[in-house]
């Protein structure tokens, strides 16, 4: 009979990656992938906590599978990532949702076959937490399941201790993964024709620092020479890092995607000072500046939050005011959220969430104004697109340009994994429509 798996992923690009390693150990175990979680036989919860909606969100699925456990018995429920990690949390987890059969860290995924084969053999509960890191996993096989992009990990964990942020607890020290083996992994998937590459990692700009390793610009430059038609794309970049060589090798290398991540958080000196990220706005518009030299053409998105402790009404204006010279395609904006065991966690002036809801409601006005408008300027041009997914709802194909925006197109035959040239007729918000036209 056949036995299906199910997962539900919350937080970020390298959580959705893990998500499809975790498909390849349960597929390798004999599952089937399957929408519904009501018909699965086991079911991961792959986790995140960068923010507490994102831990309560977790949370509350768990807890709805309390029923369902009660009638399948046999169902193995897991739960794992970032969430997990947290200190305490397992123990938390364990204690309100005494069904749930495995409870994984994110340093024991590549053990997460040997928890499920010991799950099977025992009625109690595993949990497994390793403290450290540990070795990087190589020959991992992820079961893909957006093609035609394709992630490949370069570096796991963070160093960067920003003092809002849990990632560097949660995730471990920066480890770098060695050039060749991501070169290796680069060229099969462009053999198997994948067509979108994106390099992830928490400050992919820090690669093998330290190490006898290529740089990062190295790096991406050797995978770019890779034979073949695709795009190359990298996220996240930490302004700190981002150095004249990698805007050069941007600008010298056509299959990287002219489009830049790089996350900001604040306008303001002082809230930049205390979220420690080691950099003024006059210092990241510099960063901006020398881009645009070599690649002016560059698109760039980043991170904002609001309602830092402290940040006062002259710092959100600061950071408003750094949005339009910056000109950015489009951001993340968030409130900020108190994480337990941060430096930020500890300060004094947290913001009321009154002040926090209207910081973000003008931020995000002010965010999507400009989208709107950069987005508006497509409309009579005619951009690559490379065709990602059909939309059975809207009865049309989609993708993006390499600026990251998303254009939807009408086509008679499938076209998904192929570039086509779409002439751009209208724009709606964020997003563009229009037609096919030969290249
Ligand atoms: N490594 C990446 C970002 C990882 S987290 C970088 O440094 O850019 C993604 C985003 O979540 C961050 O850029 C930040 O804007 C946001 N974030 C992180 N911790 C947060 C917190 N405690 N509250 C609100 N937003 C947070
Ligand atoms: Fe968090 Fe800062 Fe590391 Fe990004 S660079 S993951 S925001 S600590
Ligand atoms: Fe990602 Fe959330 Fe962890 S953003 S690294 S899954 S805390």
Known sequence: MTKYYHITTYGCQMNVHESEKIAGILSELGYTACDDIEQSDIAVFNTCCIRENAENHAFGNIGMLKKLKAKKRDMIIAVGGCLTQQMGKADDLHTKFPYVDIIFGTHNLGDLKNLILKKRGQKRAVIEIAESEGEICEGENPLRTSFPNAWINITYGCNNFCSYCIVPYVRGRERSRRSENIIKEAEELIEQGYKEITLLGQNV??????????????????????DGKFRLRFMTSHPKDFSEELAKVIAENRKICRLVHLPVQSGSDSVLRAMNRKYTSADYLKKLEILKKYVPDCAVTTDLIVGFP????????ATLNLVKKAEFASAFTFVYSKREGTVAA??????PEDISKSRIMRLVEAVNAQTREQTARYVGKTVEVLCEDYDAK????????????????ASEKNVIGEFVNVKISGANGVSLKGEIVKG
């Open 310 to 317: 402290n940040e006062s009404e002259e710092d959100f204006a």
């Open 346 to 351: 500890r300060m004094e002036g947290q913001i």
């Open 205 to 226: 700009n820090s690669y093998a620092n330290g190490t006898d390793d290529l740089s990062f610009p190295e790096l991406l430059k050797k995978i770019a020479a890779i």
């Open 394 to 409: 809207r009865e049309k194909y989609l993708g993006r340009d390499e600026y990251g925006r998303m254009a939807y197109f």
